[in-house]
Every structure is written in C-alpha cells, then in structure tokens.
C-alpha cells in the first residue's frame, strides 16, 4: 500500500485555506501517516468500520484543535486505507 496522502478539494476552500492549502495537506498527510503507523502496528482483527473510525480519531489527534474540528476526510479514502490495513497489506 502506498503511504496515504491528503489532497484538498481546492473549489472548497475559502482564500485563506487555498493560499495555505500546501502546508495543511503537508500537515493532514502527516497526522495521517502517523495514524496509519499507529492503527497498523495495533491492529488485532477488528473490523474494516472499526479500523476506519480509528485511524479518523488517530489523526484528529495528531493535528490543531482548530484543523481537527475542520477537518471532513472523505471517508471513502479513509475506509480503502482502513481495508489495507485489515488486509495486512505493506505500507
């Protein structure tokens, strides 16, 4: 599995967020990467849903209170990550 990565939408972003989309895709790949690291290396059966709804908290957690609470993944991208890991697959 290659090592997930967070592309922002950049019609959904306000000027603000799209002057600065660079450094927060850098930022949201990063907790997740992190989170998947995490989820992986903890991994003992659960299922797909489950692996999804972690690695979401996982990398809400790593991030700002502020970017987390924006923070609305497609979970669809979330839930392929979640069945790699459940599937064992490398990453």
């Given at each position: 599995?290659?090592?997930?990565?967070?592309?922002?939408?950049?019609?959904?972003?306000?000027?603000?967020?799209?002057?600065?989309?660079?450094?927060?895709?850098?930022?949201?790949?990063?907790?997740?990467?992190?989170?998947?690291?995490?989820?992986?290396?903890?991994?003992?059966?659960?299922?797909?849903?489950?692996?999804?709804?972690r690695l979401?908290?996982?990398?809400?957690?790593?991030?700002?209170?502020?970017?987390?609470?924006?923070?609305?993944?497609?979970?669809?991208?979330?839930?392929?990550?979640?069945?790699?890991?459940?599937?064992?697959?490398?990453?």
């Amino acid at each position: 599995m290659p090592e997930p990565h967070v592309t922002l939408d950049p019609s959904g972003l306000d000027p603000v967020q799209q002057k600065l989309r660079g450094p927060l895709e850098e930022q949201l790949t990063s907790a997740l990467q992190a989170a998947t690291e995490r989820v992986r290396g903890s991994y003992a059966g659960e299922p797909v849903e489950e692996v999804c709804r972690r690695l979401l908290d996982e990398t809400r957690a790593g991030l700002h209170p502020d970017i987390a609470a924006g923070f609305n993944p497609d979970m669809d991208e979330f839930c392929r990550v979640a069945v790699a890991i459940v599937r064992g697959e490398a990453g």
